[in-house]
Each structure stands twice: as C-alpha cells, then as structure tokens.
C-alpha cells in the first residue's frame, strides 16, 4: 500500500519515512534559512529558502501534511 507523499523543493517525500523535523534556523555563510528533515534511514534533507517566512510557511505545510496522513 503507497503512503501518502509531499512535494518541496523539486523534492517528493514519503511521510512515513519521516522521522522529525527541525526549527526553522539560518543557513551557513548567509544562504538563507534552512529547516531539516531526518528521514528513517537516517538520511537528512535540509531545504533552503531566501527568507524565514517562506521556510516558516513551507515547514507549517510539511508539519500539516505530517498530522493528516
């Protein structure tokens, strides 16, 4: 049976797979903002975006699918 699935960044994600997320921080050497992913198999994603409101919102989204699947 497929679990449900989210896209972000070009990215699709399987919800399962997830394990948490982090708090929105700033990126490195001034790239931005960043939160990041940590899937089940370890395995770490971690999306950048020009502003915090932007990876605010896009975390919120994640952090909502999470709850509905």
Known sequence: ???KTYELQGYTIA????VFITQ????EAGEG?????R????????P????????E???GLLAQALSER
């Open 15 to 18: 919800l399962q797979h997830i």
């Open 57 to 59: 919102l896009a975390r």
């Open 39 to 46: 899937f089940s198999a370890d395995v770490r994603l971690g």
């Open 1 to 3: 049976m497929a679990g």
């Open 48 to 55: 950048k975006f020009p502003t915090r409101n932007e990876a």
């Open 24 to 27: 929105v921080f700033e990126a």
């Open 33 to 37: 903002y960043q939160f990041n992913i």
